[in-house]
Every structure is written in structure tokens, then in C-alpha cells.
């Protein structure tokens, strides 16, 4: 059966004193978590550390927002697969869509990423979702066909065990838009079709799909309640723990 999993996405925000209270402040709530729920914060690279250690002994997984698709060298300012493994951090956020937007990050280099990712043993939480404009072409269902076949779709079936899917619509990230529960469903519906007549229907049935774009408290409970959504990525939101506890709480 499907976990459910809700990711928190810092995104740049909360130094390191600020993590380690937020994720006080996260722990305290979670003794009435249920094991079949997944909690993951992704902090930036400078709190993984403190992340790390405040989530010892609980439930809390810590993932990290990128990392570089060499595993070493002349990359300044970059972190890679190893470094992450190495501060006991096994998770990792691919392909976002501000890592597209503002950091040119193609297909081509996320299937990159997702390669030496999963070379190195490391958990993928991989993004993907269309534009405004591609929706309002009706063009979002080939998008995310795409995005999926040029980053992923070259994978082993042994290789999905490391990769949870999150379908974010650019146009909902940040901006308080947020996918229709029926639009949420109906592209995770789309996705696991799609999973199917590439692999199976057992794989199509195992892999985890989250949605993200501008889920709050308000609004996490009916799109939760889908039959192919099994959580979110929360950005905004997950930055006050009685929002982002509130979100748990919604399956
Ligand atoms: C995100 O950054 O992945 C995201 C979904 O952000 P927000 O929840 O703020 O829309």
C-alpha cells in the first residue's frame, strides 16, 4: 500500500537557528503521527546539518532541494550526491520548477541528476507540472508526458523504488492559485496511466504521486482525499509547523 507523505519545501528560507526551532516546534506534534504517514522537511543546505540532528530519534526525514549531477569536481558553489549521503541526508527534491525557471535546468540535465541520484543510493522526489500557457492551450496532459519520458521513463522498474513523483502546476506554486482537487486527480490519474503502458500496472499502482501548488490547511483535506494523490509537496505553508502539522493532519 501507498504511504502518505507530506514534504516541506524551504525553499530559501530558515538559517540554521531558525531550522532548529521550527523543527522543535514540528516534533512536539508528532506523537500522534501514524507510521503509514511520511513526514520530509527540505530545508536549504546549510540547516541539513541542524536538521539532521533534531530529527534524530523521531519519525522526521530530511531531504535536501538539489545537488549537482557530477559527483565531483570543478563545480563551485555546488553540492553533490556523496556530500548529502555523507551527512546522513537520503533524500533528495529534483526538478523543480524554480530550479527550471531560474537555474536553467533541463531535461536533459535532470535525467543527468536523477542518474547520479539514484547511483548513489539517494531517494528522489522528482518535480514536474506544466505552465499557465500550457494549460490554457490544453496542452498539459502532453507536457507532463514529456517531462516524465525524457527524465524518467528510461529507468529499470527496480529503479522507481527511490523516486516519489510531484506534480506541481507552475502556475499554482506560490501564488495561492491551487489545482481543483478534480484537476489534481484527474493528471494522477493521467500519470498512472502512463506509468502503466511504460511498465506496469503493479508499478503503476506502487509509486507515490504528490501535488503541490499552494496547499494550506484549508484547502489539503479535499485534495488529500483523491484516490491518486498521496500527499503534497507544501512550500509556503511548510514554513509555520502548526500549518504544516495542520496539512499532516489532513489524511
Ligand atoms: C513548492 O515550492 O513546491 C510549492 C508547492 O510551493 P507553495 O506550496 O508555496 O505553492
Same mark, same amino acid.
Given at each position: 500500500m501507498r504511504k502518505h507523505i507530506v514534504a516541506g519545501n524551504w525553499k530559501m528560507n530558515k538559517n540554521a537557528t531558525e531550522t532548529k526551532a521550527l523543527l522543535s516546534d514540528v516534533k512536539s506534534s508528532l506523537g500522534?503521527?501514524?507510521? !503509514?504517514?511520511?513526514?520530509?522537511?527540505?530545508?536549504?543546505?546549510? !540547516?541539513?546539518?541542524?536538521?539532521?540532528e533534531s530529527a534524530k530519534d523521531s519519525l522526521l526525514e530530511v531531504a535536501a532541494q538539489n545537488m549537482h549531477q557530477s559527483n565531483s569536481g570543478a563545480f563551485t558553489g555546488e553540492i553533490s550526491a556523496d556530500m548529502l549521503i555523507d551527512i546522513g541526508v537520503n533524500i533528495v527534491i529534483l526538478g523543480h520548477s524554480e530550479r527550471r525557471a531560474y537555474f536553467g535546468e533541463n531535461d536533459e540535465i535532470l535525467r543527468e541528476k536523477v542518474n547520479t541520484a539514484l547511483a548513489n543510493g539517494l531517494e528522489i522526489i522528482f518535480c514536474f507540472g506544466e505552465l499557465l500557457e500550457d494549460r490554457i492551450a490544453n496542452n498539459h496532459f502532453h507536457v507532463v508526458e514529456q517531462q516524465l519520458t525524457n527524465v524518467l521513463f528510461h529507468l529499470k522498474e527496480d529503479d522507481w523504488k527511490k523516486i516519489i513523483l510531484a506534480y506541481e502546476p507552475v502556475w499554482a506554486i506560490?501564488?495561492?492559485?491551487?489545482?481543483t482537487p478534480d484537476q489534481a486527480q484527474e493528471m494522477h490519474q493521467f500519470i498512472r496511466?502512463?506509468?502503466t503502458k511504460q511498465y506496469s500496472d503493479s508499478l503503476a499502482n506502487e509509486v507515490s504521486i504528490l501535488y503541490g501548488g499552494s496547499v494550506k490547511p484549508s484547502n489539503a483535506k479535499e485534495i488529500f482525499s483523491k484516490p491518486d494523490v498521496d500527499g503534497g509537496l507544501i512550500g509556503g505553508a511548510s514554513l509555520q509547523a502548526g500549518d504544516f502539522m495542520a496539512i499532516v493532519d489532513a489524511f
Open positions: 500522534q503521527l501514524n507510521s !503509514s504517514k511520511r513526514i520530509i522537511v527540505a530545508p536549504p543546505y546549510t !540547516s541539513l546539518f541542524v536538521a539532521k506560490g501564488t495561492g492559485e491551487t489545482a496511466k502512463l506509468i
